[in-house]
């Protein structure tokens, strides 16, 4: 496994490092944002670890600019920031996962496995079609009525989520699971708020209404109540 490891302190870098490479991980290190980005943009890494704090722009920002440019590696935001406004950042910058320092490397390790193994079992569909819902999984855009319906990151994977199992009732946790990876506490509220969203976005100005609430479940989205 390829992992860059955007962090400029020397010490937690090379404690990462060296413990990734015992668990035969190939890893590249970027102590600021700028070479982190050009590392990220040149080369294919299965995993890439961005610090929130580092020289350069910060890595809510550098990861936005790499979702921007069409860069779909799993990202794991490292960072002391445990609020939860930052974490919420994190995550509609792109983030799929989000890991609060200090940490134990057992959980970061455990953490980089797992999102390698989702980003290779995920079959990718180039464009999903429902209604007059359109959905390209490529360039990240989103129509419906032929209208570009502008998303967040997070309003999106949750859409996208939908979509791709029409019909599927997903239940809240099992929604922040595949959504989140499960890396913090979401809560109920939390998701009730982007579905709210993604209902005024998606559904408000159309017909037939395609994000449904399946009471004491969960959510789907069809084109058939």
Known sequence: MKVLLMEDDPKLSSFVKLGLEKNDCIVDIAYDSVVGEKLAMRRNYDVIILDVIVPGINGFELCKKLRNNRIKTPIIMLTSLDSTEDKVTGFDCGADDYLLKPFQFAELLARIRALDRRSKVDLVVPSIIISDLEIDTVSKKVRRGGMEIKLTALEYKILELLASHKGKVFERLEINEKVWGNSFNTG???????????????????????IHTVIGMGYKLDDET
Not at 188 to 210: E, G, M, Q
Request: net charge positive; charged share 35%.
């Open 188 to 210: 109920t509220n939390f998701l009730d708020v982007h579905i709210n969203s993604l209902r005024k976005k998606i559904d408000r100005d159309y017909s037939p209404k395609l």
